[in-house]
């Protein structure tokens, strides 16, 4: 790893996963890493080094994020990748609107939250065009499946930001929007756990077998499908460090098929598909 960085990124969401896989990729291409997390004991195992600071941020809250901002100002951030999110399952009908705005708390508002504490340092830091702003959305921020809708709906907000920031924002500084499909990382055991007592709710209803379903069915995708995390981060540091970054950048095979595949056939075949792979139709 290099020494005194000429430049720094933040990340949120380095935990785990993609974020933290981001750490490594970020660092061996020269950046030096502001790795953030809501629980600064997460971030333990990472090593100190010139070129790497751990520090607690939580996105849902300002205090947090503005701390953060005042405590490393004095390095040169050029970058941020907001990678901090989760995944709120359910049919919408059982889920509460409460849960809907946890949702969208986390992954978009946080997202903006982050984003607009860090943009008048990247702003003072970067050369014209050196500035880069990386929103983690997702292939589901494209198209939306059955018990998905609450964590589509923040992930389609997440793509409309990201594309209204990148006009307003260039050519100085560069959003790249990043559209995972699936990679394997803690989100579906997050799901899981953030979905509290969800089957008890469903219990009875046309979604029990469904819900059960979709677990066996987001299994089997994360086995056959699932992209590795760092692969998947490298190909991320590869576009943040271009000249000319890619406006989106898709992750995995999923992804790529899903995304043509909605283009070609017409949405009834795909909601028709999406409905006998749920469970929905028989
Ligand atoms: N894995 C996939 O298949 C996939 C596909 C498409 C998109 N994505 C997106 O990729 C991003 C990273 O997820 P991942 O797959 O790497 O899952 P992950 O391993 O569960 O990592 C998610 C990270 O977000 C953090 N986080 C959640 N709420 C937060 C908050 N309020 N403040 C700060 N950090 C918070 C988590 O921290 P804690 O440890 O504190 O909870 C964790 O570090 C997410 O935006 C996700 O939507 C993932």
Redesign the pocket.
């Known amino acids: 790893m290099q020494n005194q960085p000429t430049k720094w990124i933040v990340i949120?969401?380095?935990?785990?996963?993609?974020?933290?896989?981001l750490v490594w990729a970020m660092r061996r291409q020269g950046w030096g890493v502001i790795a953030?997390?809501?629980?600064l004991e997460?971030l333990i195992d990472l090593p100190d080094g010139e070129d790497i600071v751990r520090v607690a941020?939580?996105?849902?809250?300002d205090e947090?994020v503005s701390l953060v901002v005042q405590q490393y100002q004095h390095l040169r951030i050029v970058g941020l990748i907001?990678?901090?999110?989760?995944?709120q399952v359910g049919p919408l009908e059982y889920i509460t609107t409460q849960e809907l705005r946890n949702q969208m708390?986390?992954?978009v508002m946080?997202l903006h939250r982050v984003t607009n504490y860090f943009l008048p340092l990247i702003r003072r830091n970067a050369h014209p065009g050196e500035g880069r702003i990386v929103h983690?959305?997702?292939?589901?921020?494209r198209v939306s499946i059955p018990l998905g809708g609450a964590?589509s709906a923040?992930?389609y907000a997440?793509v409309s930001l990201g594309e209204a920031l990148r006009m307003e924002l260039a050519p100085d500084i560069k959003v790249i929007l990043?559209?995972?499909?699936?990679?394997?990382?803690?989100?579906?055991?997050?799901a899981t756990k953030v979905w509290g007592d969800l089957p008890r709710r469903v219990k009875g209803t046309r979604y029990e077998a469904i819900l059960n379903r979709y677990l066996s069915f987001g299994k089997e995708v994360?086995q056959r499908w699932?992209?590795d995390?760092d692969r998947s981060a490298e190909k991320i540091a590869k576009a943040i460090n271009s000249i000319h970054p890619p406006r989106r950048v898709l992750?995995?095979p999923d992804?790529h098929i899903v995304l043509i595949l909605k283009k070609l056939i017409p949405m009834s075949w795909y909601e028709a598909l999406a409905q006998k792979i749920y469970g929905l139709k028989h």
């Open positions: 949120t969401g380095c935990s785990s996963g993609i974020g933290r896989s953030t997390a809501r629980r997460s941020l939580d996105v849902l809250s947090s907001n990678n901090a999110g989760y995944g708390e986390t992954n946080g983690i959305a997702s292939m589901l921020g964590y923040s992930k997440v990043v559209e995972p499909g699936a990679v394997r990382t803690e989100l579906r055991n997050t994360s699932a992209r995390p992750i995995g992804a």
